[in-house]
């Protein structure tokens, strides 16, 4: 997951996990974002995010690495917001999977809904795609303006003196994917 964008960049559903299989991940995310890869890779402390394959290529690749604090379950609020996000979607699996291709297709169909669909609450209700392209920055644009005519004509509806601010999130962040 790209932490400025909140869009899911890179994804797979393995039977069991391995860092030479955390490693294709990241190269095929790689591939699918223009060549661009991360500057820092953030995960948890799990063998294969520690693993020869993944730190080997992470050090090709120019890409740091970061690790969650050891036996701190809430260190990433990102992660955390996006399981939630999964464990709300209707239709998350309670009772498990009948099979590997049934998970991966679920996946496949929550990580299109959440990318292009998903009005993301801390992105000011836009979708990842949108901000992870830039293309946020008018349709926030529009909703300021939006706001400001609306007060105009009607300054009474307004309880303070002041519009909901529509200014792009996190706009002084830099963006960890696109650098």
């Known amino acids: ?18 860092s030479q299989q955390l490693a294709d991940v990241v190269v095929r995310a790689t591939l699918l974002e223009g060549g661009r890869a991360p500057k820092i890779l953030h995960s948890d402390n799990g063998s ?3 693993g020869s ?10 890409i740091t690495t970061s690790n969650s604090r050891p036996r701190v379950s809430d260190d990433n609020p ?27 297709t679920w996946v496949e169909k929550f990580v ?12 000011k209700f ?8 830039g293309n946020h920055l008018e ?3 529009m909703r300021q303006k939006l706001y400001e005519t609306t007060k105009e004509l009607n300054p009474k509806r307004w309880i303070n003196s002041k519009v909901r601010d529509w200014s792009p999130p996190g706009e002084n962040l830099d963006h960890a994917t696109k650098g």
């Open 1 to 18: 997951m790209d932490l400025y964008s909140r869009k899911i960049v890179g994804y797979e559903v393995y039977g069991c996990e391995s």
């Open 139 to 141: 349709v926030l644009s």
């Open 78 to 104: 990102h992660i955390e917001s996006l399981f939630r996000a999964t464990k709300y979607w209707p239709g998350y699996p309670y009772g498990g999977f009948e099979n590997l291709r049934d998970s991966r």
């Open 53 to 62: 394959s993944l730190l080997e290529l992470c050090y090709k690749m120019g």
């Open 112 to 123: 299109n809904y959440y990318n292009y669909h998903h009005r993301h609450s801390g992105l």
């Open 126 to 133: 836009v979708t990842p795609h949108d901000v992870h392209e």
């Open 48 to 50: 294969p995010m520690k």
